[in-house]
């Protein structure tokens, strides 16, 4: 589901930066907006249908009522929390594309940080707050998102960082909707062509019992780990890439391209190689003392760390 909404986030920083690369200040604001409004409509209607069906999917996956009945409800409370997530994600690109990108990090700092304090508390129980158990950690990430929703909001607003939304005037432009859509589909079905295949994966490994089903779950978290550089690296040259076709600057785009190519291989390389050797160890770190999750997880690390 968040994969599906990163596409348009995609669509509007190439937009951004191709409008910042030209210097034409109103349309990189009247991208934001509508980007914005495709990013609301989109994430209710996948939080809606998601919330609806969940319970089905849990059950095809996995045949203990326990695991069911707690996965989907951290799902749901989740769900609500997806217009969050997408609304941030949408700032974050925007901003990228105008070239600010310490902003969104400074924000995603503080809500990591907010995120680490809340979880133990809403998880575990403090004081008079009970403890809610695997919902608890729902809801501590949905007060963050929230909480970065509403920071980023502001800043549009208040035009902070170089981009301004009127949201007092807002004038829809379909041609330019279509525009974004027909730039994000492609970019949004690539993203989560993968997230499905992981989920059609999870599908076949649950029918192996629950002990590998939390190997591949911890090694997916291994992967999305390696996945987050290679985004960071990806947002970054297409922001540049987009920057100066703007600017009519052909030639830069090839040579951004490539060193970036050369650094992303570079850095997943030696991060291949580092979890090849400590697999186990790594493990460790998430479920320490599950020595058979341990065993099970290191071999599929180890396969996968050869594709960094």
Same mark, same amino acid.
């Given at each position: 589901?968040?994969?599906?909404?990163? &596409?348009?986030?995609?669509?509007?920083?190439?937009?951004?930066?191709? +409008?910042?690369? #030209?210097?034409?200040?109103?349309?990189?604001?009247?991208?934001?907006?509508?980007?914005?409004?495709?990013?609301?409509?989109?994430?209710?209607?996948?939080?809606?249908?998601? +919330?609806?069906?969940?319970?089905?999917?849990?059950?095809?996956?996995?045949?203990?009522?326990?695991? #069911?009945?707690?996965?989907?409800? +951290?799902?749901?409370?989740?769900?609500?929390? !997806?217009?969050?997530?997408? !609304?941030?994600?949408?700032?974050?690109?925007?901003?990228?594309?105008? &070239?600010?990108?310490?902003?969104?990090?400074?924000?995603?700092?503080?809500?990591?940080?907010?995120?680490?304090?809340?979880?133990?508390?809403?998880?575990?129980?403090?004081?008079?707050?009970?403890?809610?158990?695997?919902?608890?950690?729902? =809801?501590?990430?949905?007060?963050? #998102?929230?909480?970065?929703?509403?920071?980023?909001?502001?800043?549009?607003?208040?035009?902070?960082?170089?981009?301004?939304?009127?949201?007092?005037?807002?004038?829809?432009? =379909?041609?330019?909707?279509?525009?974004?859509?027909?730039?994000?589909?492609?970019?949004?079905?690539? #993203?989560?062509?993968?997230?499905?295949?992981?989920?059609?994966?999870?599908?076949?490994?649950?029918?192996? &019992?629950?002990?590998?089903?939390?190997? +591949?779950?911890?090694?997916?978290?291994?992967?999305?780990?390696?996945?987050?550089?290679?985004?960071?690296?990806?947002?970054?040259?297409?922001?540049?890439?987009?920057?100066?076709?703007?600017?009519?600057?052909?030639?830069?785009?090839?040579?951004?391209?490539?060193?970036?190519?050369?650094?992303?291989?570079?850095?997943?390389?030696?991060? &291949?190689?580092?979890?090849?050797?400590?697999?186990?160890?790594?493990?460790?770190?998430?479920?320490?003392?599950?020595?058979?999750?341990?065993?099970?997880?290191?071999? =599929?690390?180890?396969?996968?760390?050869?594709?960094?």
């Amino acid at each position: 589901l968040i994969s599906m909404g990163a &596409g348009f986030a995609v669509s509007g920083t190439i937009l951004v930066a191709q +409008y910042t690369g #030209q210097k034409n200040i109103p349309m990189v604001s009247k991208v934001c907006l509508h980007t914005l409004i495709i990013i609301l409509a989109t994430s209710a209607l996948l939080a809606g249908i998601a +919330y609806a069906v969940i319970p089905y999917v849990i059950e095809a996956m996995t045949p203990t009522v326990e695991i #069911q009945k707690i996965t989907t409800s +951290y799902l749901r409370i989740s769900f609500i929390g !997806l217009i969050f997530s997408y !609304l941030y994600m949408m700032f974050q690109s925007l901003y990228r594309g105008v &070239g600010d990108v310490k902003t969104p990090f400074y924000i995603v700092l503080f809500s990591v940080i907010l995120n680490f304090i809340i979880d133990p508390i809403l998880i575990m129980g403090w004081g008079p707050v009970p403890a809610y158990g695997v919902d608890g950690a729902a =809801f501590a990430t949905i007060c963050t #998102q929230g909480l970065s929703a509403i920071i980023a909001l502001y800043l549009l607003a208040k035009g902070k960082g170089g981009i301004k939304i009127n949201f007092k005037k807002i004038d829809f432009d =379909f041609t330019l909707a279509k525009k974004i859509i027909n730039l994000g589909f492609p970019a949004s079905a690539e #993203q989560s062509s993968r997230a499905l295949a992981m989920t059609i994966m999870t599908f076949l490994i649950a029918t192996f &019992g629950d002990v590998v089903l939390a190997a +591949y779950g911890i090694g997916i978290r291994v992967l999305t780990l390696m996945i987050i550089p290679s985004l960071g690296f990806a947002m970054a040259t297409s922001t540049l890439v987009g920057q100066n076709i703007g600017a009519g600057k052909i030639e830069r785009t090839k040579e951004v391209t490539s060193k970036a190519l050369w650094v992303i291989f570079i850095v997943l390389t030696i991060a &291949g190689i580092g979890f090849f050797i400590f697999a186990e160890q790594t493990l460790q770190i998430f479920v320490p003392g599950e020595f058979a999750v341990i065993k099970e997880g290191a071999v =599929f690390i180890r396969v996968m760390a050869l594709t960094f």
